[in-house]
């Protein structure tokens, strides 16, 4: 499976990268992680606890970073393992470029599954691959900008109280 994506983040490519390479910030960003330990130079190890469809595991696994050009672009590598679930490897080319308020993130991420995981099929592997990614750098962009509350407020304002069926049928 694979997927690529661009996002503008608020920050400065520095900020971004430094955010990158920080054991606390992936282990805040990387969704259902429990553990981060390491460092960039040595790799890190990671416990993430997640569920794919009917199955949930808990995967032990390492994530390894090369190809680091300060700044500009890095590679992210992981593969764990979630016991009887199977396993589930893939990358990351992350890449980042000064813009107008900050900078342009972009990314090609690659992943593979084994075991029970793939026998639940593609599309909800592919699907459930695609929402890590995107959680995983919706977390990184809110923190280092701050969370969106404003909007998600604005937005709840806006929005019409809706009736079930049954308040429907009463009116």
Do not use: H
């Amino acid at each position: 499976m694979q997927m690529s994506d661009t996002r503008q983040i608020a920050a400065t490519p520095a900020q971004v990268y430094a955010a990158l390479l920080d054991p606390e910030m992936l282990k805040a960003c990387v969704p259902g992680a429990t553990e981060v330990e390491g460092s960039p130079e040595e790799g890190f190890t990671a416990t993430v606890v997640q569920k794919v469809g009917p199955v949930k595991a808990t995967f032990k696994g390492e994530v390894t970073i090369s190809d680091m050009v300060p700044d500009t672009s890095l590679k992210i590598d992981g593969a764990g393992k979630g016991g009887a679930a199977g396993f589930a490897k893939g990358g990351a080319d992350v890449r980042l470029v000064a813009s107008e308020g900050g900078c342009t993130l972009s990314y090609d991420v690659e992943a593979k599954v084994g075991g029970k995981l793939a026998q639940l099929g593609s599309r909800i592997i592919d699907g459930f691959a695609k929402k890590m990614a995107d959680q995983f750098f919706t977390n990184l962009q809110e923190a280092l900008e701050g969370p969106k509350e404003e909007v998600a407020e604005a937005e709840r304002e806006e929005a019409p109280a809706k009736k079930g069926w049954f308040g429907r049928a009463k009116s």
